[in-house]
T-cell receptor, first 114, second 112 residues
Framework: KNQVEQSPQSLIILEGKNCTLQCNYTVSPFSNLRWYKQDTGRGPVSLTIMTFSENTKSNGRYTATLDADTKQSSLHITASQLSDSASYIC?????????????FGRGTQLTVWP | EADIYQTPRYLVIGTGKKITLECSQTMGHDKMYWYQQDPGMELHLIHYSYGVNSTEKGDLSSESTVSRIRTEHFPLTLESARPSHTSQYLC???????????FGPGTRLTVL
């Protein structure tokens, strides 16, 4: 069964600290993996997208890694800010269908305290 | 980035009412999607369209219907709303070879 599992479910850190969010997936075949940030009551916003051949990609203070062999990805946030408080969603796309189906994780709820 | 709009942002209605959630985009993208998301849960695809007059049901069974008469608009309709329809509805468009999803702000629907 194709699945995307994220951990931890929730995380609280102090402003200025770093953190790492995890995503494990069983989706096969694999096309690409995306990380989204979703503020409360808003739609998700794309942070990074990585294909099979990419193992790291950065977007400002966000750095995503991908290990396609172990089917794991992480999102590292550096020097956290209050505005980083949001849900971070891992999404994996397969290439096995015309639709290129997306599999969504339930997200990690990050809270940054001052 | 892509401009995608949803109205209304919030809607509270009574059971049995017919409602239409609007989704529009200005960039002429062919691929558009509707997702349903309950609090703390993953997004579920309920409808998608690859262009005018093309609509398909998604992974999650939904009592809603959609239409795509014009490229710019992809409205979602509930003929008779029920409390079980209470959820957040997110519209998205797909862009590029990787079909990167760009989401609208969402409509938070509450059915009493």
């Amino acid at each position: 069964k194709n699945q995307v599992e994220q951990s931890p479910q929730s995380l609280i850190i102090l402003e200025g600290k770093n953190c790492t969010l995890q995503c494990n997936y069983t989706v096969s075949p694999f096309s690409n993996l995306r990380w989204y940030k979703q503020d409360t009551g808003r739609g998700p916003v794309s942070l990074t997208i990585m294909t099979f051949s990419e193992n790291t990609k950065s977007n400002g203070r966000y750095t995503a890694t991908l290990d396609a062999d172990t089917k794991q990805s992480s999102l590292h946030i550096t020097a956290s800010q209050l505005s980083d408080s949001a849900s971070y969603i891992c999404v994996v796309s397969d290439r096995g269908s015309t639709l290129g189906r997306l599999y969504f994780g339930r997200g990690t709820q990050l809270t940054v305290w001052p | 980035e892509a401009d995608i709009y949803q109205t209304p942002r919030y809607l509270v209605i009574g059971t049995g009412k017919k409602i239409t959630l609007e989704c529009s985009q200005t960039m002429g993208h062919d691929k558009m999607y509707w997702y349903q998301q309950d609090p703390g849960m993953e997004l579920h695809l309920i409808h998608y369209s690859y262009g005018v007059n093309s609509t398909e049901k998604g992974d999650l069974s939904s009592e809603s219907t959609v239409s795509r008469i014009r490229t710019e608009h992809f409205p979602l309709t509930l003929e008779s709303a029920r409390p079980s329809h209470t959820s957040q509805y997110l519209c998205a468009l797909g862009q590029g070879e990787t079909d990167t999803q760009y989401f609208g702000p969402g409509t938070r629907l509450t059915v009493l």
